[in-house]
């Protein structure tokens, strides 16, 4: 495991310990519509080296905060699963985050975490609540619904979802759906357990702020919605770790890149914040 600080520089690395591990996941093998995931975290990381560590909305630094980046070589469901078992108690101890690549590898990710107790906060325009897709139970189509063994689930955004799921969903206690951030999404994460994990698909978005995405509905979270959530959640819950998945980079679009950094930072400075006034 290689320790390099490219996401943000090395400015946020901390003297003392490391409080934020960022980890990219270049997973893509069950994509279906648009392809490039695999792309999605180098430029994540490059387009990060353009913003500030000063959080002017949250007013908090993140410069000398403690965040390294954390490099392996993951090609696959069995090579996620070992990483993240073989250091669990590290990632225990700081605040993984994880990019991906497609959602198929949330609950591989869980796996590994291996927590005995959560809920999950997923942000997402589609529910992928599938028994399967094309053949594959794995698939990123299914990734909600391979996550439902490891905790109840609040999905926030989703917007499109197959009869098929409706009829699950219809018998599913483990899951809440709603198409917005609302009073009804408020009470049922505070229903979840306290501790939680964070899974966003850059689809959940309003695609006229975040474009680059393999399967783009219209409709979507707006940027105040998705700042307001990010600091609900951190701020009523314990989040012990997340995903960024989904960006499907494009040429002439580093707009796309830049917002789904952009996104990635905002959730980190939320648990660093939570951490700094913990330690105050």
């Not at 709603?178 to 695609?207: C, H, K, M, Q």
Request: charged residues 25%; proline residues 4%.
């Amino acid at each position: 495991m290689e320790r390099t600080f490219d996401f943000l520089g090395t400015e946020v690395s901390g003297a003392n310990r490391d409080r934020v591990a960022v980890i990219p996941v270049p997973i893509e093998w069950s994509a279906s519509y648009g392809r490039g995931t695999a792309r999605a975290p180098e430029a994540i990381l490059g387009a990060s080296m353009q913003i500030e560590f000063y959080n002017s909305a949250l007013d908090v630094d993140l410069e000398g905060a403690g965040i390294v980046t954390l490099r392996e070589r993951l090609t696959g469901r069995d090579d996620l699963v070992s990483f993240v078992r073989e250091h669990r108690d590290y990632f225990r101890e700081t605040f993984p985050c994880f990019i991906g690549g497609e959602h198929s590898i949330t609950p591989w990710i869980l796996e590994g975490l291996g927590y005995d107790s959560l809920g999950v906060v997923w942000l997402d325009a589609h529910a992928d609540m599938r028994e399967s897709y094309l053949g594959e139970k794995e698939s990123h189509a299914c990734a909600a619904r391979n996550t439902l063994p490891f905790g109840n689930i609040v999905q926030i955004g989703v917007r499109s979802y197959s009869g098929e799921e409706r009829d699950f969903l219809r018998g599913c206690a483990g899951t809440r759906i709603f198409g917005w951030w609302n009073e009804g999404a408020w009470e049922a994460i505070r229903r979840l357990p306290d501790t939680v994990y964070l899974s966003i698909d850059f689809d959940a978005v309003d695609p006229s702020i975040l474009r680059a995405v393999g399967t783009p509905e219209p409709g979507g979270l707006q940027w105040d919605e998705l700042m307001d959530l990010l600091t609900f959640v951190f701020e009523n819950k314990r989040v012990v770790a997340m995903d960024a998945v989904e960006l499907c980079p494009r040429e002439h679009d580093e707009t796309s890149n830049f917002i789904a950094s952009k996104i990635v930072y905002e959730a980190i400075s939320r648990f660093v914040r939570k951490e700094l006034h913990r330690e105050a």
